[in-house]
């Protein structure tokens, strides 16, 4: 079955601290990857997508992911996190025509002034 | 202009009881999603519909019915609520079934007693 594994469960870093975030899929044929945001109390929120193309992705908010389908790996990076960064993240991965999106189980980032 | 809005925002209810959760997208997509968020924030997608037409339903118990009266509207209708029905529900809306990026909508907190 397919599934997505976040390495990091929770990660705490001091603001201006570059981070990155790990995300793992297990499935064969073609993906669409996803890197959501849920900010405390609020909804997911887009931050990129990888569809084809480039593998290296820019997102809102100064973030990017970098696909590299021979480690079936799509991590997250910042040069520099900012406190307002705090929040879950979320990579998910979208396989077949259904559109099922299987998501990781979510990294709480929290980012000390 | 909320894209994608869901009500109630908040649900407590006690465990026997049938509630209701209504949500509408304004965006012109064609697929909505309905997806439960655990208490360890775990997403797991439960129904989706295209143009009024059931796509998955994953093995979701038969006290959880969706309804979509039209595409802008998916509903999702709970009988004899029971105590791990507890939970954050978000729907979500896409243009079509290709992996095209999923839009969420707040969330419909739900607590039963």
């Known amino acids: 079955a397919q599934s997505v594994s976040q390495h990091n469960h929770h990660v705490i870093l001091s603001e201006a601290a570059s981070l990155e975030l790990g995300c793992n899929y297990s499935y064969g044929g073609t993906v669409n990857l996803f890197w959501y945001v849920q900010y405390p109390g609020q909804h997911l929120q887009l931050l990129l997508k990888y569809f084809s193309g480039d593998p290296l992705v820019k997102g809102i908010k100064g973030f990017e992911a970098e696909f590299i389908k021979s480690k079936f790996s799509f991590n997250l990076r910042k040069p520099s996190v900012q406190w307002s960064d705090t929040a879950e993240y979320f990579c998910a991965v979208n396989v077949g025509r259904r559109g099922k999106l299987i998501f990781g189980q979510g990294t709480e980032l929290s980012v000390k002034p | 202009d909320t894209a994608v809005s869901q009500t109630p925002k908040y649900l407590v209810t006690q465990m026997g009881n049938d509630k209701s959760i209504k949500c509408e997208q304004n965006l012109g997509h064609d697929t909505m999603y309905w997806y439960k968020q655990d208490s360890k924030k775990f997403l797991k997608i439960m129904f989706s519909?295209?143009?009024?037409?059931?796509?998955i339903n994953e093995t979701v118990p038969n006290r959880f019915s969706p309804k979509s009266p039209d595409k802008a509207h998916l509903n999702l209708h709970i009988n004899s609520l029971e105590l791990g029905d507890s939970a954050v529900y978000f729907c979500?809306?896409?243009?079509?079934?290709?992996?095209?990026?999923?839009?969420f909508g707040p969330g419909t907190r739900l607590l039963v007693l």
């Open positions: 979500a809306s896409s243009q079509g079934l290709g992996g095209e990026t999923q839009y």
């Open positions: 519909y295209n143009n009024k037409e059931l796509i």
